[in-house]
Protein backbone atom coordinates (compact mmCIF):
# COMPACT_ATOMS: atom_id res chain seq x y z
CA UNK A 1 0.00 0.00 0.00
CA UNK A 2 1.22 3.74 -0.84
CA UNK A 3 0.07 6.08 1.96
CA UNK A 4 1.06 9.80 1.42
CA UNK A 5 2.77 11.12 4.47
CA UNK A 6 1.37 14.61 5.99
CA UNK A 7 4.08 16.65 7.47
CA UNK A 8 5.02 15.39 10.62
CA UNK A 9 3.12 18.19 12.95
CA UNK A 10 -0.27 17.17 11.16
CA UNK A 11 0.33 13.19 12.71
CA UNK A 12 1.06 14.08 15.70
CA UNK A 13 -2.07 15.63 15.69
CA UNK A 14 -4.06 12.64 14.58
CA UNK A 15 -2.24 10.43 16.60
CA UNK A 16 -3.95 10.60 20.54
CA UNK A 17 -2.64 8.37 23.51
CA UNK A 18 -3.07 4.54 22.48
CA UNK A 19 -3.72 4.29 26.34
CA UNK A 20 -7.60 4.86 25.42
CA UNK A 21 -7.54 1.89 22.62
CA UNK A 22 -7.67 4.63 19.95
CA UNK A 23 -9.05 2.83 16.75
CA UNK A 24 -6.09 4.39 13.97
CA UNK A 25 -4.85 2.92 11.18
CA UNK A 26 -1.64 1.17 12.73
CA UNK A 27 0.08 2.79 10.17
CA UNK A 28 -0.79 6.44 10.57
CA UNK A 29 -0.44 5.38 14.46
CA UNK A 30 3.34 4.37 13.93
CA UNK A 31 4.21 6.96 11.75
CA UNK A 32 2.64 9.78 14.09
CA UNK A 33 4.78 8.30 16.71
CA UNK A 34 8.18 8.80 14.49
CA UNK A 35 7.38 12.15 14.41
CA UNK A 36 6.48 13.00 18.04
CA UNK A 37 10.05 11.59 18.67
CA UNK A 38 11.43 13.75 15.92
CA UNK A 39 9.56 16.71 17.21
CA UNK A 40 10.24 16.67 20.79
CA UNK A 41 12.15 19.48 21.78
CA UNK A 42 15.40 17.79 23.46
CA UNK A 43 17.28 19.09 26.70
CA UNK A 44 20.68 19.77 27.69
CA UNK A 45 21.42 16.68 30.15
CA UNK A 46 19.06 15.47 32.26
CA UNK A 47 19.32 15.45 36.26
CA UNK A 48 22.27 13.51 38.00
CA UNK A 49 20.20 13.09 41.19
CA UNK A 50 17.18 11.64 39.94
CA UNK A 51 13.56 12.77 38.77
CA UNK A 52 10.31 11.27 40.36
CA UNK A 53 8.47 10.26 37.33
CA UNK A 54 5.40 8.08 36.78
CA UNK A 55 5.23 5.25 34.43
CA UNK A 56 8.03 3.04 34.80
CA UNK A 57 6.15 -0.29 36.66
CA UNK A 58 4.31 -0.68 39.50
CA UNK A 59 5.93 -1.97 42.57
CA UNK A 60 4.56 -0.48 45.59
CA UNK A 61 6.73 -1.59 48.48
CA UNK A 62 6.21 -1.18 52.15
CA UNK A 63 9.83 0.14 53.63
CA UNK A 64 9.77 -0.51 57.26
CA UNK A 65 10.78 1.99 59.59
CA UNK A 66 11.80 4.63 56.66
CA UNK A 67 10.76 8.02 56.30
CA UNK A 68 7.41 8.59 53.98
CA UNK A 69 10.67 10.28 51.21
CA UNK A 70 12.95 7.39 51.38
CA UNK A 71 9.93 4.96 50.87
CA UNK A 72 9.01 6.65 47.53
CA UNK A 73 12.41 7.17 45.95
CA UNK A 74 12.86 3.39 47.03
CA UNK A 75 9.61 2.48 44.69
CA UNK A 76 10.71 4.98 42.09
CA UNK A 77 14.09 3.15 41.98
CA UNK A 78 12.72 -0.29 42.09
CA UNK A 79 10.57 0.36 39.29
CA UNK A 80 13.42 1.85 37.03
CA UNK A 81 15.94 -0.76 38.19
CA UNK A 82 13.09 -3.24 36.84
CA UNK A 83 12.46 -1.25 33.87
CA UNK A 84 16.35 -1.28 32.94
CA UNK A 85 16.79 2.44 33.52
CA UNK A 86 20.08 1.94 35.01
CA UNK A 87 21.40 4.96 35.85
CA UNK A 88 18.30 6.14 36.99
CA UNK A 89 17.54 3.68 39.70
CA UNK A 90 21.34 4.16 40.94
CA UNK A 91 20.44 8.09 41.05
CA UNK A 92 16.98 7.10 43.11
CA UNK A 93 18.15 4.33 45.57
CA UNK A 94 21.16 7.04 46.15
CA UNK A 95 17.96 9.63 47.18
CA UNK A 96 16.86 7.13 49.26
CA UNK A 97 19.59 6.32 51.05
CA UNK A 98 20.23 10.02 51.47
CA UNK A 99 16.50 10.76 52.82
CA UNK A 100 17.02 8.23 55.47
CA UNK A 101 20.34 6.99 56.10
CA UNK A 102 19.23 4.40 58.62
CA UNK A 103 17.53 2.50 55.80
CA UNK A 104 18.55 -0.69 55.65
CA UNK A 105 16.87 -1.32 52.29
CA UNK A 106 17.48 1.76 50.73
CA UNK A 107 21.49 0.84 51.59
CA UNK A 108 20.55 -2.58 49.74
CA UNK A 109 19.05 -0.74 46.95
CA UNK A 110 22.26 1.12 46.17
CA UNK A 111 24.44 -1.85 46.32
CA UNK A 112 22.08 -3.75 43.57
CA UNK A 113 22.25 -1.04 41.20
CA UNK A 114 25.79 -1.18 41.30
CA UNK A 115 25.38 -4.96 40.19
CA UNK A 116 24.86 -6.51 36.62
CA UNK A 117 22.33 -6.87 35.19
CA UNK A 118 20.72 -8.70 31.95
CA UNK A 119 21.68 -5.94 29.67
CA UNK A 120 24.97 -4.16 32.03
CA UNK A 121 27.94 -5.30 33.93
CA UNK A 122 30.09 -4.52 36.85
CA UNK A 123 33.36 -3.08 37.15
CA UNK A 124 35.60 -4.15 40.03
CA UNK A 125 35.44 -0.74 41.84
CA UNK A 126 31.78 -0.86 41.53
CA UNK A 127 31.85 -4.68 43.42
CA UNK A 128 33.57 -2.88 46.08
CA UNK A 129 31.64 0.14 46.26
CA UNK A 130 28.59 -2.43 45.98
CA UNK A 131 30.26 -4.40 49.12
CA UNK A 132 30.64 -1.81 51.18
CA UNK A 133 26.81 -0.91 51.04
CA UNK A 134 25.33 -4.17 51.66
CA UNK A 135 27.41 -4.06 54.98
CA UNK A 136 26.57 -1.24 56.15
CA UNK A 137 23.11 -2.35 55.27
CA UNK A 138 23.22 -5.43 57.31
CA UNK A 139 24.42 -3.43 59.90
CA UNK A 140 21.10 -1.12 59.42
CA UNK A 141 19.12 -4.02 60.13
CA UNK A 142 16.30 -3.95 62.62
CA UNK A 143 15.97 -6.83 64.96
CA UNK A 144 12.67 -8.88 63.23
CA UNK A 145 12.95 -7.27 59.93
CA UNK A 146 13.94 -10.37 57.45
CA UNK A 147 13.52 -9.20 54.39
CA UNK A 148 15.82 -6.56 54.92
CA UNK A 149 18.26 -8.90 56.75
CA UNK A 150 18.08 -11.52 53.90
CA UNK A 151 18.53 -9.29 51.28
CA UNK A 152 21.55 -7.33 52.38
CA UNK A 153 23.42 -10.64 53.67
CA UNK A 154 22.65 -11.98 50.02
CA UNK A 155 24.16 -8.79 48.70
CA UNK A 156 27.29 -9.28 50.97
CA UNK A 157 27.48 -13.31 49.11
CA UNK A 158 27.01 -11.64 45.21
CA UNK A 159 29.87 -8.69 46.08
CA UNK A 160 32.74 -11.11 47.95
CA UNK A 161 35.80 -10.19 46.90
CA UNK A 162 35.95 -14.07 45.72
CA UNK A 163 33.34 -15.45 43.34
CA UNK A 164 31.32 -17.18 44.97
CA UNK A 165 31.45 -21.12 42.73
CA UNK A 166 29.02 -20.98 40.51
CA UNK A 167 29.18 -17.01 39.73
CA UNK A 168 27.89 -14.64 41.85
CA UNK A 169 24.44 -14.18 41.19
CA UNK A 170 23.40 -17.78 41.16
CA UNK A 171 25.13 -17.22 44.75
CA UNK A 172 23.14 -14.59 45.37
CA UNK A 173 19.44 -16.05 43.77
CA UNK A 174 20.70 -19.16 46.09
CA UNK A 175 21.50 -17.08 49.91
CA UNK A 176 17.78 -15.74 49.01
CA UNK A 177 16.37 -19.19 48.82
CA UNK A 178 15.60 -19.63 52.56
CA UNK A 179 14.29 -16.35 53.17
CA UNK A 180 11.89 -17.12 50.30
CA UNK A 181 10.67 -20.69 51.58
CA UNK A 182 9.58 -18.70 54.60
CA UNK A 183 8.44 -15.70 53.16
CA UNK A 184 6.89 -17.34 49.83
CA UNK A 185 4.50 -14.10 49.20
CA UNK A 186 7.28 -11.54 48.95
CA UNK A 187 7.63 -10.64 45.48
CA UNK A 188 10.09 -8.07 45.68
CA UNK A 189 12.44 -10.80 46.45
CA UNK A 190 11.08 -13.58 43.77
CA UNK A 191 11.82 -11.21 41.48
CA UNK A 192 15.29 -9.88 42.05
CA UNK A 193 15.87 -13.38 42.85
CA UNK A 194 14.64 -14.53 39.21
CA UNK A 195 16.54 -11.74 37.16
CA UNK A 196 19.36 -12.96 38.92
CA UNK A 197 19.00 -16.11 37.83
CA UNK A 198 18.51 -15.01 34.15
CA UNK A 199 21.63 -13.06 33.84
CA UNK A 200 24.04 -16.11 33.31
CA UNK A 201 22.08 -16.83 30.32
CA UNK A 202 23.35 -14.00 28.23
CA UNK A 203 26.89 -16.17 28.48
CA UNK A 204 25.16 -19.07 27.93
CA UNK A 205 24.93 -20.54 30.50
CA UNK A 206 21.07 -21.82 31.09
CA UNK A 207 21.42 -23.44 34.18
CA UNK A 208 18.73 -20.78 36.17
CA UNK A 209 16.07 -20.33 33.41
CA UNK A 210 13.97 -23.05 34.86
CA UNK A 211 14.10 -21.79 37.84
CA UNK A 212 13.69 -18.37 37.74
CA UNK A 213 10.43 -19.10 35.33
CA UNK A 214 8.92 -21.27 38.19
CA UNK A 215 9.36 -18.23 40.46
CA UNK A 216 7.95 -15.73 37.95
CA UNK A 217 5.41 -18.15 37.37
CA UNK A 218 4.52 -17.68 41.06
CA UNK A 219 4.57 -13.91 41.27
CA UNK A 220 2.08 -13.85 38.48
CA UNK A 221 -0.03 -16.25 39.42
CA UNK A 222 -0.73 -13.79 42.57
CA UNK A 223 0.07 -10.67 40.61
CA UNK A 224 -0.60 -11.09 36.92
CA UNK A 225 0.17 -7.60 36.01
CA UNK A 226 3.78 -7.35 38.21
CA UNK A 227 5.74 -4.96 35.43
CA UNK A 228 8.91 -6.59 36.80
CA UNK A 229 7.56 -9.99 36.95
CA UNK A 230 6.08 -9.73 33.02
CA UNK A 231 9.65 -8.41 31.74
CA UNK A 232 11.70 -11.18 33.29
CA UNK A 233 8.93 -13.62 32.36
CA UNK A 234 9.34 -12.12 28.69
CA UNK A 235 13.41 -12.75 28.58
CA UNK A 236 12.93 -16.16 30.54
CA UNK A 237 10.37 -17.62 27.91
CA UNK A 238 12.73 -16.53 25.38
CA UNK A 239 15.50 -18.03 26.72
CA UNK A 240 13.39 -21.51 27.18
CA UNK A 241 12.79 -21.38 23.69
CA UNK A 242 9.03 -20.99 24.31
CA UNK A 243 8.29 -17.60 24.14
CA UNK A 244 4.41 -17.74 23.07
CA UNK A 245 3.77 -18.57 26.80
CA UNK A 246 4.40 -15.03 27.90
CA UNK A 247 2.15 -13.54 25.00
CA UNK A 248 -0.78 -12.90 27.29
CA UNK A 249 1.40 -10.59 29.13
CA UNK A 250 3.37 -9.51 26.67
CA UNK A 251 0.55 -8.10 25.33
CA UNK A 252 -0.56 -5.63 28.05
CA UNK A 253 3.39 -4.44 29.10
CA UNK A 254 3.40 -1.54 26.98
CA UNK A 255 0.21 0.47 28.90
CA UNK A 256 1.05 -0.89 32.62
CA UNK A 257 4.62 0.81 32.00
CA UNK A 258 3.71 3.98 29.47
CA UNK A 259 6.44 5.88 31.06
CA UNK A 260 9.02 3.16 30.17
CA UNK A 261 10.40 3.51 26.63
CA UNK A 262 11.76 0.07 27.46
CA UNK A 263 9.01 -1.69 28.74
CA UNK A 264 7.05 -0.05 25.96
CA UNK A 265 9.38 -1.69 23.76
CA UNK A 266 9.68 -5.18 25.62
CA UNK A 267 6.75 -6.64 24.59
CA UNK A 268 7.67 -6.78 21.20
CA UNK A 269 10.38 -9.51 21.97
CA UNK A 270 7.20 -11.75 22.08
CA UNK A 271 5.16 -10.53 19.34
CA UNK A 272 8.26 -10.93 17.05
CA UNK A 273 8.29 -14.45 18.19
CA UNK A 274 4.48 -15.12 17.37
CA UNK A 275 4.49 -13.34 14.01
CA UNK A 276 2.94 -10.07 14.77
CA UNK A 277 4.79 -7.70 12.98
CA UNK A 278 2.64 -5.08 12.54
CA UNK A 279 2.87 -4.75 16.18
CA UNK A 280 6.12 -4.90 17.00
CA UNK A 281 6.24 -1.92 14.30
CA UNK A 282 3.65 0.35 15.99
CA UNK A 283 5.06 -0.60 19.41
CA UNK A 284 8.09 -0.25 18.69
CA UNK A 285 7.59 3.79 17.17
CA UNK A 286 6.08 4.49 20.28
CA UNK A 287 8.80 3.69 22.51
CA UNK A 288 11.00 6.18 20.26
CA UNK A 289 9.00 8.50 21.46
CA UNK A 290 8.58 7.87 25.07
CA UNK A 291 12.60 7.23 25.24
CA UNK A 292 13.26 10.95 23.67
CA UNK A 293 10.25 12.42 26.16
CA UNK A 294 11.73 10.95 29.44
CA UNK A 295 15.52 11.32 28.34
CA UNK A 296 16.13 14.99 29.00
CA UNK A 297 14.65 14.50 32.36
CA UNK A 298 16.80 11.31 33.10
CA UNK A 299 20.17 10.85 33.92
CA UNK A 300 21.61 7.77 31.38
CA UNK A 301 24.35 8.24 29.81
CA UNK A 302 24.66 9.00 26.34
CA UNK A 303 25.88 5.32 24.80
CA UNK A 304 23.49 3.89 27.07
CA UNK A 305 20.09 5.66 25.62
CA UNK A 306 21.45 5.28 22.17
CA UNK A 307 22.04 1.33 22.61
CA UNK A 308 18.68 1.20 23.78
CA UNK A 309 17.19 3.29 20.96
CA UNK A 310 18.93 1.87 18.50
CA UNK A 311 17.17 -1.45 19.85
CA UNK A 312 14.10 0.02 19.53
CA UNK A 313 14.49 1.92 16.33
CA UNK A 314 15.97 -2.54 14.70
CA UNK A 315 13.04 -3.94 16.16
CA UNK A 316 10.29 -1.39 14.69
CA UNK A 317 11.99 -1.44 11.35
CA UNK A 318 12.31 -5.12 11.14
CA UNK A 319 9.05 -5.98 12.31
CA UNK A 320 7.42 -3.08 9.68
CA UNK A 321 9.62 -4.89 6.91
CA UNK A 322 7.83 -7.95 7.53
CA UNK A 323 4.46 -7.08 7.99
CA UNK A 324 5.07 -4.99 4.49
CA UNK A 325 4.32 -1.78 5.69
CA UNK A 326 6.13 0.16 3.51
CA UNK A 327 4.87 3.48 4.44
CA UNK A 328 5.72 3.02 7.68
CA UNK A 329 9.03 1.29 7.15
CA UNK A 330 10.03 4.10 4.84
CA UNK A 331 9.52 6.34 7.78
CA UNK A 332 11.62 4.48 10.04
CA UNK A 333 14.23 4.39 7.32
CA UNK A 334 14.01 8.48 7.21
CA UNK A 335 14.05 8.76 10.81
CA UNK A 336 17.72 7.22 10.81
CA UNK A 337 19.59 10.31 9.46
CA UNK A 338 17.34 12.12 12.69
CA UNK A 339 17.78 9.67 14.97
CA UNK A 340 21.68 8.86 14.59
CA UNK A 341 23.40 12.28 12.98
CA UNK A 342 27.02 12.33 12.62
CA UNK A 343 27.93 13.11 16.11
CA UNK A 344 26.23 9.89 17.20
CA UNK A 345 28.37 6.78 18.58
CA UNK A 346 29.38 5.19 15.34
CA UNK A 347 27.95 1.84 15.79
CA UNK A 348 24.51 3.37 16.10
CA UNK A 349 24.92 4.82 13.12
CA UNK A 350 26.31 2.44 10.98
CA UNK A 351 23.71 -0.12 12.10
CA UNK A 352 20.51 2.26 11.58
CA UNK A 353 21.77 3.42 7.90
CA UNK A 354 22.51 -0.08 6.58
CA UNK A 355 19.51 -1.37 7.56
CA UNK A 356 16.78 1.87 6.52
CA UNK A 357 18.64 0.95 3.34
CA UNK A 358 16.51 -2.32 2.58
CA UNK A 359 13.22 -0.20 3.47
CA UNK A 360 14.78 1.71 0.46
CA UNK A 361 15.50 -1.43 -1.78
CA UNK A 362 12.36 -2.84 -0.68
CA UNK A 363 10.05 0.07 -1.04
CA UNK A 364 11.59 3.41 -2.72
CA UNK A 365 14.26 1.59 -5.05
CA UNK A 366 15.06 4.71 -7.20
CA UNK A 367 15.99 6.34 -3.76
CA UNK A 368 18.35 3.27 -3.03
CA UNK A 369 20.22 3.24 -6.37
CA UNK A 370 20.93 7.14 -5.23
CA UNK A 371 22.37 6.56 -2.35
CA UNK A 372 26.02 7.33 -2.63
CA UNK A 373 29.18 5.57 -1.57
CA UNK A 374 30.81 7.70 1.40
CA UNK A 375 34.53 7.85 1.39
CA UNK A 376 35.07 5.90 4.58
CA UNK A 377 31.93 3.97 4.97
CA UNK A 378 32.70 0.91 7.01
CA UNK A 379 32.63 -2.23 5.07
CA UNK A 380 29.20 -3.05 6.36
CA UNK A 381 27.58 -0.39 5.26
CA UNK A 382 28.89 -0.34 2.25
CA UNK A 383 28.00 -4.29 1.62
CA UNK A 384 23.99 -3.16 2.67
CA UNK A 385 24.39 0.01 0.35
CA UNK A 386 25.40 -2.89 -3.21
CA UNK A 387 22.96 -5.26 -1.25
CA UNK A 388 20.10 -2.33 -1.76
CA UNK A 389 21.09 -1.79 -5.12
CA UNK A 390 21.17 -5.14 -5.92
CA UNK A 391 17.56 -5.64 -4.84
CA UNK A 392 16.67 -2.67 -6.44
CA UNK A 393 17.92 -4.03 -9.94
CA UNK A 394 16.07 -6.78 -9.32
CA UNK A 395 12.52 -5.39 -9.50
CA UNK A 396 14.07 -3.97 -12.31
CA UNK A 397 14.80 -7.34 -13.49
CA UNK A 398 18.07 -5.88 -14.39
CA UNK A 399 19.46 -9.39 -14.09
CA UNK A 400 23.47 -7.99 -15.07
CA UNK A 401 23.28 -5.04 -12.38
CA UNK A 402 22.03 -7.50 -9.89
CA UNK A 403 25.37 -9.45 -11.00
CA UNK A 404 27.55 -6.90 -10.29
CA UNK A 405 26.36 -6.00 -6.72
CA UNK A 406 26.65 -9.38 -6.06
CA UNK A 407 30.50 -9.14 -7.09
CA UNK A 408 30.58 -6.35 -5.16
CA UNK A 409 29.52 -7.85 -1.85
CA UNK A 410 32.07 -10.50 -2.68
CA UNK A 411 34.68 -8.23 -3.15
CA UNK A 412 34.04 -6.05 -0.13
CA UNK A 413 34.13 -10.03 2.00
CA UNK A 414 37.46 -11.13 0.84
CA UNK A 415 39.40 -7.60 1.04
CA UNK A 416 39.78 -8.59 5.17
CA UNK A 417 37.98 -8.46 8.50
CA UNK A 418 35.24 -6.98 9.01
CA UNK A 419 34.30 -4.25 11.52
CA UNK A 420 31.89 -6.38 14.06
CA UNK A 421 28.74 -4.31 14.65
CA UNK A 422 27.06 -7.38 16.51
CA UNK A 423 28.53 -10.29 14.15
CA UNK A 424 27.01 -8.50 10.97
CA UNK A 425 30.23 -9.62 9.01
CA UNK A 426 27.72 -12.86 8.08
CA UNK A 427 25.39 -10.91 6.04
CA UNK A 428 28.24 -10.35 3.51
CA UNK A 429 27.99 -14.42 2.29
CA UNK A 430 23.86 -13.99 3.03
CA UNK A 431 23.70 -10.95 0.87
CA UNK A 432 25.81 -12.35 -1.62
CA UNK A 433 23.54 -15.26 -2.50
CA UNK A 434 20.65 -13.70 -1.68
CA UNK A 435 21.68 -11.05 -4.87
CA UNK A 436 23.21 -14.19 -7.07
CA UNK A 437 19.36 -15.66 -6.79
CA UNK A 438 17.83 -13.04 -7.36
CA UNK A 439 19.82 -12.71 -10.52
CA UNK A 440 18.29 -16.34 -11.35
CA UNK A 441 15.24 -15.58 -10.80
CA UNK A 442 15.23 -12.36 -12.76
CA UNK A 443 16.72 -14.29 -15.79
CA UNK A 444 13.72 -16.93 -15.75
CA UNK A 445 16.04 -19.37 -13.84
CA UNK A 446 14.74 -20.54 -10.73
CA UNK A 447 16.17 -24.38 -10.69
CA UNK A 448 19.72 -21.94 -10.42
CA UNK A 449 18.15 -19.62 -8.23
CA UNK A 450 17.13 -22.39 -5.61
CA UNK A 451 20.52 -23.43 -4.65
CA UNK A 452 21.72 -19.89 -3.88
CA UNK A 453 18.94 -19.36 -1.52
CA UNK A 454 19.91 -22.62 0.00
CA UNK A 455 23.11 -21.46 0.74
CA UNK A 456 22.23 -18.13 1.74
CA UNK A 457 19.45 -19.69 4.00
CA UNK A 458 22.31 -22.36 5.60
CA UNK A 459 24.31 -19.18 6.08
CA UNK A 460 21.38 -17.34 8.03
CA UNK A 461 20.51 -20.12 9.81
CA UNK A 462 24.03 -21.07 11.13
CA UNK A 463 25.00 -17.45 11.91
CA UNK A 464 21.69 -15.79 13.18
CA UNK A 465 20.01 -19.08 14.83
CA UNK A 466 16.39 -17.36 15.96
CA UNK A 467 16.19 -18.80 19.33
CA UNK A 468 19.60 -16.29 19.99
CA UNK A 469 19.28 -13.50 17.63
CA UNK A 470 15.77 -12.80 17.33
CA UNK A 471 16.26 -9.62 19.31
CA UNK A 472 15.86 -8.01 16.86
CA UNK A 473 16.82 -10.55 13.84
CA UNK A 474 20.13 -9.92 12.21
CA UNK A 475 18.93 -10.52 8.67
CA UNK A 476 15.63 -8.63 7.76
CA UNK A 477 13.90 -11.70 6.53
CA UNK A 478 13.73 -15.61 6.13
CA UNK A 479 15.49 -16.52 3.36
CA UNK A 480 14.14 -19.87 2.85
CA UNK A 481 11.22 -18.07 1.90
CA UNK A 482 13.35 -17.41 -1.18
CA UNK A 483 14.23 -20.69 -1.84
CA UNK A 484 10.37 -21.69 -1.32
CA UNK A 485 9.45 -19.40 -4.14
CA UNK A 486 12.53 -20.63 -6.26
CA UNK A 487 10.45 -23.99 -5.78
CA UNK A 488 7.64 -22.90 -6.78
CA UNK A 489 8.26 -20.94 -9.84
CA UNK A 490 9.79 -24.42 -10.81
CA UNK A 491 6.54 -25.63 -10.48
CA UNK A 492 7.81 -28.24 -7.28
CA UNK A 493 4.74 -27.50 -5.25
CA UNK A 494 5.46 -29.69 -2.67
CA UNK A 495 9.21 -28.83 -2.19
CA UNK A 496 8.05 -25.29 -2.04
CA UNK A 497 5.46 -26.04 0.23
CA UNK A 498 7.87 -27.89 2.71
CA UNK A 499 10.47 -24.74 2.46
CA UNK A 500 7.43 -22.41 3.33
CA UNK A 501 6.42 -24.42 5.82
CA UNK A 502 9.59 -24.51 7.53
CA UNK A 503 10.06 -20.99 7.25
CA UNK A 504 6.79 -20.61 9.07
CA UNK A 505 8.62 -22.69 11.74
CA UNK A 506 10.21 -19.86 13.49
CA UNK A 507 8.97 -17.07 10.83
CA UNK A 508 5.06 -17.39 11.51
CA UNK A 509 2.67 -15.62 10.54
CA UNK A 510 5.08 -13.91 7.41
CA UNK A 511 2.39 -13.06 4.99
CA UNK A 512 4.91 -13.56 1.91
CA UNK A 513 5.28 -17.19 2.76
CA UNK A 514 1.77 -18.08 3.39
CA UNK A 515 1.23 -16.96 -0.38
CA UNK A 516 3.39 -19.00 -2.01
CA UNK A 517 1.96 -21.78 0.70
CA UNK A 518 -1.47 -20.96 -0.56
CA UNK A 519 -0.32 -21.81 -3.85
CA UNK A 520 1.81 -24.65 -3.44
CA UNK A 521 -0.45 -26.49 -1.23
CA UNK A 522 -3.90 -26.63 -3.37
CA UNK A 523 -6.12 -28.32 -0.24
CA UNK A 524 -5.52 -25.81 2.38
CA UNK A 525 -4.93 -22.64 -0.23
CA UNK A 526 -8.16 -20.96 0.61
CA UNK A 527 -6.91 -21.44 4.37
CA UNK A 528 -3.37 -20.18 3.53
CA UNK A 529 -4.34 -16.81 1.21
CA UNK A 530 -7.03 -15.79 4.19
CA UNK A 531 -3.62 -15.84 6.35
CA UNK A 532 -1.90 -14.63 4.25
CA UNK A 533 -4.22 -11.59 3.84
CA UNK A 534 -4.36 -10.85 7.51
CA UNK A 535 -0.78 -11.22 7.98
CA UNK A 536 0.60 -8.65 5.58
CA UNK A 537 -0.39 -4.83 5.52
CA UNK A 538 0.11 -4.96 1.55
CA UNK A 539 -1.41 -6.93 -0.83
CA UNK A 540 1.02 -10.04 -0.73
CA UNK A 541 0.13 -11.03 -4.21
CA UNK A 542 1.42 -7.91 -5.71
CA UNK A 543 4.88 -9.13 -4.90
CA UNK A 544 6.59 -10.51 -7.83
CA UNK A 545 7.60 -14.37 -6.83
CA UNK A 546 11.55 -13.17 -8.01
CA UNK A 547 11.64 -10.60 -5.21
CA UNK A 548 10.25 -13.21 -2.27
Known sequence: MKLAVAACAAMIAATPSVLGGANLDPTVLGIGFICGAEDTPGAAGGSATGVMRAGFGNARIAVDGATPEAEAWFNQAMNQYHAFAHDESKAAFARAAAADPTCSLC??????????????????????????????????????????????????????????????????????EPY????????????LAAHAMLIPARQENYAGVEPAIALIEGVLAKKPDDTAA???????????????????????????????GHLVHMGTHTLMRVGDYDEVALRNARALKVDVETQPLLPTSGSLAQRYYLHNYLFGLGGALMAGDDALALKYADHAEKAFPADAPERSRVISRARSLVALARYAPERALAVPAGKDDPRVLAIYRH????????????VRAIRREAAAIAALAKAGPLNDYGREMEIAEIAE????????????????????F??????????????????????????????AAAHLKAGRLDDAAREARASLVEWPHDGLALRILAEADRAGAAAHRDAARKAYRGDPWKAPLEIL
Open 433 to 452: QVLLGRAEMAAGRPDAAAPH
Open 454 to 483: QRAAAAQEKAYPVIRFFDPPRWWYPVRRSL
Open 107 to 176: ASGVALSLGATLNTGMTPADRAAALAEAQRAVRLARPGDARARALAEALTVRYAETEPKGGREMAFAAAL
Open 230 to 260: IHYYIHATEFAGRAPRALAYAERLADLAPGS
Open 180 to 191: LKAAPDDDMIAN
Open 387 to 398: YARGEAYAARRN
